[in-house]
C-alpha cells in the first residue's frame, strides 16, 4: 500500500510539473485566476454530476482532481443528489471582483 502512495505522489509531481510547462509556454492562455473565474461563472448555481463537473475542469484547463480540493476548501459541496454544487464561497468571490 505504502508502494502505490508514493506512485501517486510521484504522479501528482508530475502532473504538477507539466501545467507548469504548459504555463511558461503558452502566451495565449489566461492566468489561472482568469480561468477559475470562467470556470465558476459557466458553473454557476446549477448541480453538476461528477463527470460534469470533470469535464468542466478539464475544459477550464485544470486537472479533474482539482475538485477533490475545491471540495476540502469549501468550495464545493456533494449535495445528497450526488451533484457537485458550487458553495457560497465561491459565488461570493466571483462577485468580489
Keep these: ?56 475542469f478539464r475544459k477550464h484547463g485544470f486537472s479533474p482532481q482539482l475538485a477533490g480540493g475545491w471540495a476540502r476548501g469549501d468550495w464545493l459541496e456533494i449535495r445528497d443528489d450526488g451533484r457537485r454544487y458550487l458553495t457560497e464561497r465561491s459565488l461570493r468571490w466571483l462577485s468580489d471582483d
Design 1 to 56: 500500500m505504502t508502494e502505490l502512495r508514493e506512485v501517486a505522489a510521484a504522479l501528482r509531481q508530475i502532473s504538477a510539473g507539466f501545467a507548469a510547462l504548459a504555463d511558461a509556454i503558452s502566451d495565449t492562455e489566461p492566468p489561472e485566476e482568469a480561468r477559475y473565474r470562467e470556470l465558476i461563472q459557466e458553473w454557476g448555481q446549477r448541480g453538476l454530476t461528477r463527470a460534469e463537473a470533470s469535464a468542466l
